[in-house]
């Protein structure tokens, strides 16, 4: 009979120590959350729908990364500012009402992150050069003929993390310049073109004073949304930019 009993209090030590091992392997492995992306294109030569609303959402949201609404209306920006993680900007048409261009400022104020894509990093406005003066820390004005050109990783950072040291591939060249009266910017990578010796800013990090935003002049159409180094480095942006 004690043989009985010891038996059963050793099981229900078994039992007890097994609740208390699996309690403590689900404390310790939190369910980690997707982050939260507003993507919003839109405007004129780019095939928005088919490289930023399909490709890129799809990049994102992969394995659960991300969950991405897309939209091609600015005007759905201000009501959605409240329940999102990161801005992407990929438009390039107007956004013109005061309202959502202070609440942008006051989203990247508050600490948000703001990833701004290639169509958005055009000088599209000027009724606001605010946007390129402290957000875009600079711009573009032109670019080379769609080609051939390649992409150097010039610094260490989470944005280019996994990303090679020299890709190639064929894309609108963007000739980024930085404004040197606007907010600094901190170039990860650089483009050059095979028929020229200019080198331009393609990845980047704008040092504004509060919020944390990365600037992506690649992004044409398939020959960058398709590669794996640009979807590393849209997820890469989207991850640092969410803090």
Known sequence: MINSFLKTAFTLILLLVS??????????????????????????????????????????????????????????????????????????????????????????????????????????????????????????????KYGPFDVTITKKHPVTKNVPETFHLDDELYYQIPDESGSPIEVLATAKAATSDKVFPSIFIVKYPKGKIVGIALGHDAASHTIAPYQTILRNAVQWAAN
């Open 19 to 144: 609740v208390a091992v699996n309690a403590g392997n689900h404390i310790d492995k939190p369910i980690k959350k997707a982050i939260r992306v507003l993507l919003v294109g839109g405007g004129s030569s780019h095939d928005f729908d088919k490289w930023y609303k399909g490709t890129d959402v799809e990049t994102l949201q992969k394995d659960g990364f991300a969950t991405v609404e897309y939209t091609s209306d600015p005007t759905a920006i201000l009501g959605k500012l409240k329940d999102i993680d990161v801005l992407l900007l990929a438009n390039n048409q107007p956004i013109a009402d005061d309202a959502t261009r202070k609440a942008i400022f006051a989203f990247v104020d508050a600490g948000k992150g703001l990833v701004l894509a290639h169509p958005a990093l055009w000088y599209n406005w000027k009724d606001w050069p605010e946007y390129n003066q402290k957000l875009v820390g600079g711009g573009s004005k032109g670019h080379d």
